[in-house]
């Protein structure tokens, strides 16, 4: 183990959220590519699947019989209607990775972010808001940090910073005085 792995905060659930355009899915893609240890979960649908997606891998793809039965189970953190599909958290896998010590990072939108949020008060909540706009108020009431979606990395950054990280930081000059 290096020092920096010593230094990393304990693992817990980051939910990243903010309204539809704010960016979610390429902050999420830039923070796994600088933190693969950081977990994000697998969404249940009961949507068909796209010809380019994997069951299990980019959705679990659920009958809307079997999304029930996980709802009525408890199985589900929290979910959501699109139209006329249901899409869910799977509680079971998010619990054991936090159980093994492993950071998770979950993106929702608003209303499934405060649904976790009531379920599990420790959760860290992450607002994003698109630049020249207020963030809900709601949301940043609870949230821990709230950015301005301006720039991916700047975001990322601040993610990674939370998460902690096991890559070394660019080196910088030190200071002679």
Excluded: I, K, Q
Aim: proline share 11%; hydrophobic share 40%.
């Amino acid at each position: 183990m290096s020092t920096d792995d010593r230094a990393r905060p304990a693992a817990r659930l980051t939910v990243l959220t903010g309204p539809s355009g704010s960016g979610r899915e390429s902050v999420v893609e830039s923070v796994r590519a600088r933190s693969p240890s950081v977990w994000v979960p697998v969404p249940a649908t009961t949507r068909p699947r796209h010809p380019h997606e994997v069951d299990g891998v980019d959705r679990l793809f659920l009958t809307p019989a079997e999304f029930d039965r996980r709802l009525a189970a408890g199985e589900l953190l929290e979910w959501s209607r699109f139209g006329p599909h249901r899409r869910g958290t799977p509680y079971e896998p998010l619990r054991a990775w936090l159980d093994a010590g492993r950071s998770v990072l979950l993106p929702l939108d608003p209303p499934g972010a405060l649904l976790v949020r009531s379920a599990l008060p420790n959760v860290r909540l992450v607002l994003l808001h698109l630049p020249g706009t207020a963030p809900d108020p709601a949301l940043h009431a609870v949230a821990e940090l709230a950015v301005a979606h301006d720039l991916t990395e700047r975001v990322v950054d601040e993610l990674v910073g939370l998460f902690g990280s096991s890559f070394l930081a660019p080196a910088r000059p030190r200071v002679r005085g």
